[in-house]
């Protein structure tokens, strides 16, 4: 291998050990040979999940087939310093990926797929099961670039109504958010909760005002993001990254 030739990130999932071997699934196969090009001797480094990445070692690399024999592994910390679960209402086209990717990479430790009033993209029947994987699969992607060792849930669609209903109870633990261009109040003048952070973040057309009622029923705090209307796919990224700025790791 070349000395300036990047190491590969691969999420792995199951049980990894030094010493034991192990060998991709088709897929993840046929992109470490034909996309990333990996040959016999190219060292990788493999996570599943669990906040250690594996050194590992191309022990085969044929038509089809890509073995690996884990060589090393190090606990390796990546994650933000305060927990985020961003309630995003889902949007069209790629707008959603961009957003579960974006995220991902500056930390949000789950993400809540939301049906609102004003929600373009409605997901039924087999749809929605497949969007999930998809936007997992997404997520996973994420972390194999940013060096996350942990890989955040994309949880099952709900329904803005069930979810909100669902936190109709005040909490110690959390930070309810709700992201509005017509509040007064920025996120500057907050101070970092003590617990967890649920942001959430309407569709392409913003929430409607009585979603905004019944998220502030629920405990959720209106703040904005300066004098500009963001778009959906950028909100919650541009809030994200703020939050980082104030009060997180950057």
Known sequence: MTGDKAVTRMYLPGELEPGRSCTLPPPQAHHALRVLRLKKGDSVTLFNGDGTEY???VLEASRAR???EVTGRKAVDRESPFAVTLAQAVSGGERMDYTIQKAVELGVA?????EARRSVVRLSGERAPKRLAHWQAV???ACEQCGRNRVPRVLPLARLDAFLAARAAPSESEQRL???PRSA???RELGRAAGN?????GPEGGLTPGEERAAGAAGFMAVRLGPRVLRTETAAVAALAAMQALWGDF
Request: proline fraction near 4%; charge should be positive.
């Open 66 to 68: 890509c073995a690996l």
């Open 178 to 180: 709700l992201l509005s």
């Open 139 to 141: 997520a996973i992607a």
């Open 110 to 114: 789950a993400i809540q797929p939301l």
């Open 185 to 187: 109040r920025g996120l």
């Open 197 to 201: 952070i649920v942001l959430l973040a």
């Open 55 to 57: 050194a590992a070692v």
